[in-house]
T-cell receptor
């Protein structure tokens, strides 16, 4: 079955800096890669996703890149703000959606 | 739409007791998922349904866990008997597509087993 690894587990950045979270997956049949953001005590919510026929996707300050050959994908957040502080989960799907272990991002003002 | 509705939001029970968690998916969504979240193991998929039919329950920890979806608007996750290691936040999520659609999560049910 699919296995998703996510790094780093924690990330601290200064407001305005960029943050990068990386994930790898094992099943080459995976074709959909969403990213979810979970604020403290809240539910996970989708922030961006990418499909296997696309190499990069951008939405304002957030971008995701996908390298199918290497089986890894990354989330990039530019010009970070304190409200970006949360836990971010990557996920991959072949026959079912499997989440990475999460990255706790802290943005210091 | 009110979103995915879960109940109870918090449950504290004693070891050995039966626990029933409930979920109402978003109307029109035909896929429903139960996830368990802990600090140690993150978000684990327990079971998912498509059109009320269980598709994959390989994530259910053991026979003490069972899930049903008697109709398109209701699902339950039952633990009997409960154990302290079952303490976690249990999320229900629904989607319009089984595999590649956005998951809409409920607010979760925080279970504490003493």
């Amino acid at each position: 079955g699919e296995n998703v690894e996510q790094h780093p587990s924690t990330l601290s950045v200064q407001e305005g800096d960029s943050a990068v979270i990386k994930c790898t997956y094992s099943d080459s049949a995976s074709n959909y890669f969403p990213w979810y953001k979970q604020e403290l005590g809240k539910r996970p919510q989708l922030i961006i996703d990418i499909r296997s026929n696309v190499g990069e996707k951008k939405d304002q300050r957030i971008a995701v890149t996908l390298n199918k050959t290497a089986k890894h994908f990354s989330l990039h957040i530019t010009e970070t703000q304190p409200e970006d502080s949360a836990v971010y989960f990557c996920a991959a799907i072949a026959d079912k959606l499997i989440f990475g272990t999460g990255t706790r991002l802290q943005v210091f003002p | 739409d009110a979103g995915v509705i879960q109940s109870p939001r918090h449950e504290v029970t004693e070891m050995g007791q039966e626990v029933t968690l409930r979920c109402k998916p978003i109307s029109g969504h035909n896929s429903l998922f139960w996830y368990r979240q802990t600090m140690m193991r993150g978000l684990e998929l327990l079971i998912y349904f498509n059109n009320n039919v269980p598709i994959d329950d390989s994530g259910m920890p053991e026979d003490r866990f069972s899930a049903k979806m008697p109709n398109a608007s209701f699902s339950t996750l039952k633990i009997q008997p409960s154990e302290p290691r079952d303490s976690a936040v249990y999320f229900c999520a629904s989607s319009t597509r089984q595999h590649t659609g956005e998951l809409f999560f409920g607010e979760g049910s925080r279970l504490t087993v003493l």
